[in-house]
C-alpha cells in the first residue's frame, strides 16, 4: 500500500523558535495532503488542506500565519509553526487524498518549552 | 457536513471476552468510514475501512466492522480480546466530491482489557 512518511517523529524547541515537519507520500504522488492536529487526551482535527502549486486551505480557526503550508512538489508536504508557543504542542500528522485513502504519516509529537 | 459519534469514552473487557465499539456518523451522501487504533504516544494504524460493497468489512488483528446504513452506524467488532488491544480507538468518516479525503473524527473510545 501507499506509504506517506513524515519527519521529525518528536521534536522539542524553545518558544518563540519556528519548527517545521515534513510529509512525503514515498511511492506516489500526492497533489493532495492533510495536516492534523491532536491536542493530549482529544481527538484528530483537521488543520488544513495542502494543494500542491497552490495555497493552502485551512480550516476555521486555524491560524494561516502560525502555520504555514508548502506544497512545492507532488511528494513533499511542509508545515511550519512559526514562533511556536507552549500551547502549540500537540501532535501532529498527515495524510494524503490520491492514494491509500485513510493512511496516515507516523506524525510528529511537538513540545514547545 | 460530516460528524461522528462514538458514545463510549471508555470501555473495559477481559481478556477473551467479545469486544463491541459502537460509532455512529452524520453525513448526506454515502460514506468512507474508518477505524484507526492509536496506543499512547503512536500514530494511528488503520484497522478496516469501507467504501462501498460488503458491509461486513474485515480488517486486521482480528477486528471487521459493520456498515448499517439504516442506524448509521459503523459498529468495530472483536470475538476475543487479547491483552495487547488496550488502546485508544477512533471511528471517522470521510466525504466526497471535492472534500474528498478530509476525514472527521470521533472523540475516541479508551479500552482496558483486563486479565
Known amino acids: 500500500g501507499a506509504v506517506v512518511s513524515q519527519h521529525p517523529s518528536w521534536v522539542i524547541c524553545k518558544s518563540g523558535t519556528s519548527v517545521k515537519i515534513e510529509c512525503r507520500s514515498l511511492d506516489f504522488q500526492a497533489t493532495t495532503m492533510f495536516w492534523y492536529r491532536q491536542f493530549p487526551k482529544q481527538s484528530l482535527m483537521l488543520m488544513a488542506t495542502s494543494n500542491e502549486g497552490s495555497k493552502a486551505t485551512y480550516e476555521q480557526g486555524v491560524e494561516k500565519d502560525k502555520f504555514l503550508i508548502n506544497h512545492a512538489s507532488l511528494t513533499l508536504s511542509t508545515l511550519t509553526v512559526t514562533s511556536a508557543h507552549p500551547e502549540d504542542s500537540s501532535f501532529y500528522i498527515c495524510s494524503a487524498r490520491d492514494r491509500d485513502l485513510g493512511t496516515f504519516g507516523s506524525g510528529t509529537r511537538l513540545t514547545v518549552v | 457536513a460530516q460528524s461522528v459519534t462514538q458514545p463510549d469514552i471508555h470501555i473495559t473487557v477481559s481478556e477473551g471476552a467479545s469486544l463491541e465499539l459502537r460509532c455512529n456518523y452524520s453525513y448526506g451522501a454515502t460514506p468512507y468510514l474508518f477505524w484507526y487504533v492509536q496506543s499512547p504516544g503512536q500514530g494511528l494504524q488503520l484497522l478496516l475501512k469501507?467504501?462501498?460493497?460488503?458491509?461486513l468489512v474485515q480488517g486486521i488483528k482480528g477486528f471487521e466492522a459493520e456498515f448499517k446504513r439504516s442506524q448509521s452506524s459503523f459498529n468495530l467488532r472483536k470475538p476475543s480480546v487479547h491483552w495487547s488491544d488496550a488502546a485508544e480507538y477512533f471511528c471517522a468518516v470521510g466525504a466526497g466530491g471535492t472534500s474528498y479525503g478530509k476525514l472527521t473524527f470521533g472523540q475516541g473510545t479508551i479500552l482496558t482489557v483486563h486479565p
Open positions: 469501507y467504501f462501498s460493497g460488503d458491509t
